[in-house]
C-alpha cells in the first residue's frame, strides 16, 4: 500500500512559449502579471498542507506549477470550466496550448505516478489537496475538512469511514464530513483516474481543507494538521496489517 498526494491548483506560474501571452503583452494587458507572479493566484496552502504531509508519511507529492487562472487541471476537455474566464475568449492556438503543456502533461505526471506506485504497492491512495472559501454566495458551508470519493467503489467509503472515526478520536474539534461541499463522483482528476485505475488498485479521494480555519498561519492550525498527518499514519500501518 502506498500514499500519492497531489496539488492541483498551488502553482502560479505561466509556461514559456504561450501565444497569447505575447499579444496580450503586447497590447498592453498582464503587462504587470507576468513579471509578477504574486499576482496571479494560487492554492499556496494546499502546497503547505501537502509538503507536511509528504514529509510526515514519507509520500511522494506532485503538483501543478501553473496558474489555475489558465486552465482547469481538473476538469474533463470539453468541460464548460475547463478553461477561466481569463482565457475561454482565447484564440484556438492558445487554447491548444494550455491543454497540451499544462493540462494533458500534468494528468500524465499524475497517470505514471499512480501507475508506478500500483506496480510496487499497490494500492494507492491518492489524496488530491485544495481548499474551499467559508461562503459560497451566501450559504456558509459548515465543515473544516470534506472528503469526497465515490460511494460506490467499498475500498474509498471504508477508508473515509474510519479516516472520519480516527479524527473523532483524536482531533475531536474538528469537523469532516463525507462528500461534502460536493459530492466526489463530480468531474475531478480523481474521477479520472478511477475510470484508469481498478478499485483495488486505486482510491482517489479528494481533501478539502476549509479556508476559515487553515489559511490562517497559527500554531493551532500546525497541530491539527500534524494530528491529520498522525491519524492518516495510523490508519495506512492497520490497513497494512489486515492486508497482509
Known amino acids: 500500500m502506498s500514499l500519492l498526494i497531489t496539488c492541483e491548483f498551488a502553482g502560479k506560474q505561466?509556461?514559456?512559449?504561450?501565444?497569447?501571452?505575447d499579444h496580450l503583452v503586447e497590447s498592453g494587458h498582464f503587462v504587470e502579471d507576468?513579471?509578477?507572479?504574486?499576482?496571479?493566484?494560487?492554492?499556496?496552502?494546499?502546497?503547505?498542507?501537502?509538503?507536511?504531509l509528504s514529509q510526515q508519511l514519507t509520500a511522494p507529492l506532485l503538483f501543478n506549477p501553473y496558474s489555475s487562472q489558465l486552465i482547469?487541471?481538473?476538469?474533463?476537455?470539453?468541460?464548460?470550466?475547463?478553461?477561466?474566464?481569463?482565457?475561454?475568449?482565447?484564440?484556438?492556438?492558445?487554447?491548444?496550448?494550455?491543454?497540451?503543456?499544462?493540462?494533458?502533461?500534468?494528468?500524465?505526471?499524475?497517470?505514471?505516478?499512480?501507475?508506478?506506485?500500483?506496480?510496487?504497492?499497490?494500492?494507492?491512495?491518492?489524496?488530491?489537496?485544495?481548499?474551499?472559501?467559508?461562503?459560497?454566495?451566501?450559504?456558509?458551508?459548515?465543515?473544516?475538512?470534506?472528503?469526497?470519493?465515490?460511494?460506490?467503489?467499498d475500498w474509498e467509503a471504508d477508508f473515509c469511514a474510519d479516516w472520519v472515526d480516527e479524527l473523532y478520536w483524536m482531533c475531536p474539534n474538528l469537523k469532516v464530513r463525507r462528500n461534502y461541499p460536493r459530492r466526489g463522483t463530480v468531474d475531478s482528476l480523481t474521477k479520472a483516474m478511477r475510470g484508469e485505475f481498478p478499485a483495488e488498485e486505486y482510491l482517489?479521494?479528494?481533501?478539502?481543507?476549509?479556508?476559515?480555519?487553515?489559511?490562517?498561519?497559527?500554531?493551532?492550525?500546525?497541530?491539527?494538521?500534524?494530528?491529520?498527518?498522525?491519524s492518516l499514519a495510523m490508519l495506512t500501518r492497520q490497513m497494512a496489517v489486515e492486508a497482509a
Open 14 to 21: 505561466i509556461p514559456d512559449g504561450l501565444p497569447q501571452m
Open 34 to 52: 507576468r513579471p509578477n507572479p504574486a499576482k496571479w493566484k494560487s492554492d499556496a496552502v494546499s502546497l503547505h498542507i501537502g509538503r507536511l
Open 72 to 153: 482547469d487541471v481538473t476538469k474533463s476537455l470539453g468541460h464548460p470550466k475547463l478553461f477561466t474566464e481569463r482565457t475561454r475568449d482565447w484564440p484556438p492556438e492558445s487554447k491548444q496550448f494550455l491543454i497540451n503543456e499544462v493540462h494533458s502533461a500534468y494528468r500524465e505526471r499524475v497517470r505514471r505516478a499512480i501507475r508506478h506506485l500500483t506496480i510496487h504497492f499497490s494500492p494507492v491512495i491518492h489524496l488530491s489537496l485544495r481548499t474551499f472559501p467559508l461562503k459560497l454566495g451566501d450559504r456558509i458551508r459548515r465543515t473544516d475538512v470534506g472528503l469526497l470519493y465515490d460511494s460506490a467503489r
Open 204 to 230: 482517489g479521494i479528494d481533501v478539502w481543507f476549509n479556508r476559515a480555519w487553515v489559511a490562517r498561519p497559527l500554531q493551532i492550525r500546525e497541530d491539527c494538521l500534524l494530528t491529520i498527518c498522525r
